[in-house]
């Protein structure tokens, strides 16, 4: 690993150092925490360009040290024989729109289209439903109006923008609709919801 770590170093022309060596550095701590503060002190906009220059530079970084890792013939395993993974995938592929688009979904599923992804990797389905079902008839509304609707990129952008706003601001109707539902499916399955979600065992 420190001779992958150090061809990537040397390859991008950055320093090289052993990592007990970088944690002694007297500014490094404060360094960090500043990094830290500014994450939190950062407004919430996603669609800052700033926010999404630094996200796209962490997936590209993340990629390429992978890519690096596995060009030696390493090998991953992602979930432990016998691991847990829950997964939550937006639901309902007929009420996909501009919000989607925006958000850069490519599809949405049923939870039966999930659970088969999912069995097809290889994994056993342990829990599934949907998540949202009690509000599911506003979204549908606000869906299939959105989709009467066609926005430009511009719209789509302020339309997301308020979407998420308004889901910061739940209020505590929401969290209590919320809170039944999640008592309710403990005991059954429902039909609908806004996003499907599945507990998925890697066999032992």
Known sequence: ????????????????????????????????????????????????PRVKRAYDALISET????????????KFEFLKPGGFAVIEVPAGPELFDDYDRQLQHFRRYTLQNICSVVEHAGLVVE????????????????????RRRPKSASQREEHVAKAIGATSRFNAVGHAIMALEGVMSGAIEFPRGIRCVVTARKPS
Request: glycine fraction near 4%; aromatic fraction near 12%; charged fraction near 35%.
């Open 127 to 146: 829990r599934r439903n949907y998540l949202g079902a009690l509000i599911y008839p506003a979204f549908y509304l606000a869906k299939k109006l959105s």
């Open 1 to 48: 690993m420190k001779s992958i770590a150090a061809k990537i170093a040397k390859e991008r022309k950055l320093p090289s150092s052993e990592y007990p060596d970088v944690i002694r550095e007297p500014d490094m701590w404060d360094r960090a925490r500043k990094i830290a503060q500014g994450y939190e002190d950062m407004k919430h906009d996603p669609f800052d």
């Open 63 to 74: 990629m390429d040290q992978y890519k690096a890792l596995e060009g030696t013939g390493a």
